[in-house]
C-alpha cells in the first residue's frame, strides 16, 4: 500500500509505477520515469531536478537470499535490511537500474543504465554498467588479431 507521497513544484511521476514506501518526497524539478519500481519499508528523497529514468528498481528493504536456507541459516543473515535512500540535486539514474537500501547518491552524480548501486555514490561522478566478461573477450579478440597481423 503506497504511503505519503510529498510533491514540490513541477515534479513528475510517469505512468505505471510501482511505489510502495512509506514516504516519498520530491523536491522541485523531480522527475520519476515510466514502470520503476520503488519498494520497501524506507523512506526515499529525491532532490531538485533528480531524475529517474525508466524501468529502475529503487529498493529500500532487501531480503538475504540466505532465508531460503531456513534452520540452517544464521539469524542475521535471514533479518531484512531497511534504509533510506537518498537521491540528491541534478543526479540522474539510468534505465533498468538497481539501488539498493541505504544509497546515498551525491549531488551531479550520474549512473549509467544497467547498473546495480549497493554503495554511495560520491557528487559529479558517472557511473556505468561494464560487463567484464565482455572486456575480457574484446581483449583477447585485439590480442588475437595482432598476433595474426605479425604472420
Known sequence: MPGLIEQDECTHIGLFNSIE???????????????????????VVLGK????????????????????????C????????????????????????????????????????YSYIMKDVPANTIIRFKPKKLESEREWYHKYRRYERKK
Open 49 to 72: 531536478n533528480a531524475v529517474i529514468a525508466d524501468y529502475c528498481s529503487i529498493l529500500t528493504t532487501i531480503r538475504s537470499a540466505y532465508g531460503m536456507m531456513g534452520e540452517h
Open 74 to 113: 544464521p539469524q542475521e543473515f535471514t533479518d531484512p535490511t531497511d534504509a533510506d535512500i537518498y537521491i540528491m540535486d541534478d543526479a540522474y539514474i539510468g534505465a533498468y537500474s538497481i539501488i539498493c537500501p541505504g544509497v546515498r547518491i551525491g549531488e551531479g552524480a550520474v549512473i549509467g543504465a
Open 21 to 43: 514506501v512509506p514516504r516519498l518526497l520530491l523536491a522541485e524539478g523531480a522527475e520519476i520515469g515510466n514502470y520503476n519500481i520503488i519498494k520497501g519499508n524506507g523512506k
